[in-house]
């Protein structure tokens, strides 16, 4: 499982507790009004909306909330719509830290992600500074109990996916932006139960750090994905699964 997929379960594990904080709901709901504003406010014809919903109703959102939210994004109910911002830093041993915002306050924002990085043993960067270690990708994962891995590979690869890994029932599927739907529609039809699916920005290349710069990459990508204004937070590291399960445990120093 690459480290993309890793900071990814480990995100889904604390799903429940976001919920709780409201935290989850607040991010989804920038994304519907992000989503709307910039492509309009029918799903049929809005790719980004129709993903923002989707992501919304696999956590549980009410229709109500969706609704609002796509009416805030059209200027029907009023209210400023966010503004989409990425940052970009460095982590602890020069790790590549890329940081995709959704914010109405843009100082606020910036001072907010810059305090998190110094407190956390990294540094933000210049506009430029790492994006280009990374390209955005589709990415669905499948965890295949019950299902032949190599199976649920080649159904991806026909249905047009860029390229599959497997760790052994692990399956993690990448596609090109705009082939991500017809990907995850097509297994869902076929019935593979998907665990997560969302565009994201990929490493191009991975590094490897010791456990102690490795666990506090972890910690630094957690306090920035818990800040108001983060919708996502991706890096360069391959993050093993002893670091995985030390740092999900509280079993480190």
């Not at 709307?36 to 406010?41: C, I, K, L, N, S």
């Not at 990425?86 to 790790?95: D, F, M, N, Q, V």
């Not at 407190?119 to 506009?127: E, P, V």
Request: charged share 30%; aromatic share 6%; glycine share 10%.
């Amino acid at each position: 499982m690459s480290g993309h997929s890793k900071w990814s379960k480990i995100k889904r594990q604390k799903g429940i507790d976001d919920i709780k904080r409201g935290m989850l709901y607040t991010k989804l709901t920038r994304e519907i009004i992000l989503a709307a504003r910039t492509g309009g406010g029918e799903p049929e014809s809005n790719f980004k909306l129709r993903l923002a919903i989707q992501k919304a109703r696999d956590q549980n959102m009410p229709m109500d909330n969706i609704d609002r939210a796509i009416k805030r994004g059209t200027g029907e109910l009023g209210g400023a719509a966010p503004q989409e911002i990425t940052l970009e830093g460095y982590g602890p041993s020069g790790s590549a830290i890329l940081v995709q915002t959704l914010t109405d306050n843009r100082n606020r924002t910036l001072q907010d992600v810059r305090n998190t990085f110094a407190r956390h043993g990294g540094s933000l960067g210049a506009a430029g500074c790492v994006a280009w270690l990374f390209d955005p990708r589709g990415v669905i994962a499948v965890e295949g109990d019950g299902m032949d891995p190599d199976e649920i590979s080649l159904q991806a690869i026909d249905a047009g996916a860029d390229d599959v890994k497997v760790e052994g029932k692990y399956v993690e599927i990448y596609t090109r932006p705009g082939d991500f739907e017809q990907v995850r529609k097509t297994l869902e039809d076929k019935k593979i139960e998907i665990s997560s699916a969302e565009l994201s920005m990929v490493p191009k290349t991975t590094m490897e750090l010791d456990e102690k710069a490795a666990i506090q990459t972890l910690k630094l990508m957690e306090k920035l994905e818990e800040l108001d204004d983060v919708q996502h937070v991706a890096s360069n590291v391959d993050f093993n699964d002893d670091v995985v399960n030390k740092f999900q445990s509280g079993s480190y120093t």
